[in-house]
């Protein structure tokens, strides 16, 4: 069985194909244009689809999923509102695909599709109630309780990062303040350390880098170079996921917690000092629930566990 999957980002488009086992056959990627339109992106996904079969002597694909960086309504197939690529509003992206191909075609938002992932092929196979969270530039995720995706009742459940851990803290993108992804996500870490102008200047790796080049990563490699404001950036980062993570715990007691994203490629520089952290900030309402690092490939098998999605609905 060949499964054709498609991820449809802000910077790039992905397309892949792979089999029922997870196996990814092969990949194809375009940079994203914000010119797209409705007509002109079903189309560059048509010709993705085709060039992929075409050169991996494919008979036929049995199925198509897609994953979208913003709001969807899976039942429909219809994208809610596009962040990134102008024109798609309220677009049924499914139906010129199904009708091309003339298949089962799915659609998922990006959390969902990674969270889905992790159930069908990843880390959290073996777990019914699950969260699974990304830490990149933000923070998303996806929760799974009784071994069904959780999505609310308007489709929005999961927002993980908008989540309060300080009131009055930094300024988020949703418009509150001190939100889970404005102080721990990529860009609140980086915020914490630029807006910082003394200890920069006293850095001694941070004062020879332009702002713009300060990231996540940049942040964890310094702390490994031994640099101290790193260090305690790092370590304030860490107490504050740790926060975030435990209030997720106290409210959905999972099984576990599949960490993804950018910054969980930090590996144990993360992930040794958050178990303590998470085990510490439990104080009295302990208990044993697994943080783990979600599966290397998961972005590339989201697209693919989205045509499974239908089994984890409720
Ligand atoms: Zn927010």
Request: aromatic share 8%; glycine share 12%.
């Amino acid at each position: 069985m060949y499964i054709l999957g498609y991820d449809v980002g802000g910077t790039k488009i992905s397309a892949v194909i792979g089999d029922n086992n997870g196996k990814i056959i092969d990949t194809l990627r375009k940079r994203t244009s914000k010119e797209y339109g409705k007509e002109a992106l079903s189309n560059q996904l048509i010709v993705m689809g085709e060039e992929l079969i075409k050169r991996n002597n494919i008979n036929k694909v049995d199925k198509i999923g897609i994953i979208f960086a913003g709001p969807v309504n899976s039942e429909k197939g219809i994208i809610i509102s596009s962040p990134n690529i102008i024109g798609l509003k309220n677009y049924n992206i499914v139906n010129g695909l199904k009708e091309y191909f003339n298949v089962p075609v799915y659609l998922e938002n990006d959390a969902s599709a990674a969270t889905l992932a992790e159930k069908v092929f990843g880390m959290a196979k073996n777990f019914e109630n699950f969260v699974y969270i990304t830490l990149s530039t933000g923070i998303g995720g996806g929760i799974f309780i009784n071994n069904k995706l959780y999505k609310g009742s308007h489709g929005m459940a999961g927002e993980l990062g908008h989540m309060v851990i300080m009131p009055n803290g930094p300024l988020c993108g949703c418009g509150r303040r001190g939100c889970f992804e404005a102080i721990a996500g990529g860009r609140g870490i980086t915020g914490r350390v630029v807006e910082n102008i003394s200890a920069i200047r006293n850095s001694t790796v941070f004062s020879k880098m332009r702002p713009g080049d300060i990231d996540a990563k940049a942040i964890f490699d310094a702390k490994r170079n031994g640099d101290m404001f790193a260090q305690l950036i790092v370590e304030e980062t860490i107490y504050y996921l740790a926060v975030g993570i435990v209030n997720i715990i106290n409210i959905l007691d999972p099984e576990a917690i599949i960490i993804g994203g950018g910054i969980s490629n930090e590996g144990d520089a993360l992930f040794d000092p958050l178990k303590l952290a998470i085990k510490e900030e439990m104080k009295s309402m302990k208990r044993n629930v697994k943080i783990l690092k979600a599966m290397e490939n998961g972005s590339d098998l989201g697209a693919i566990a989205v045509t499974f999605g239908e089994k984890y609905r409720n």
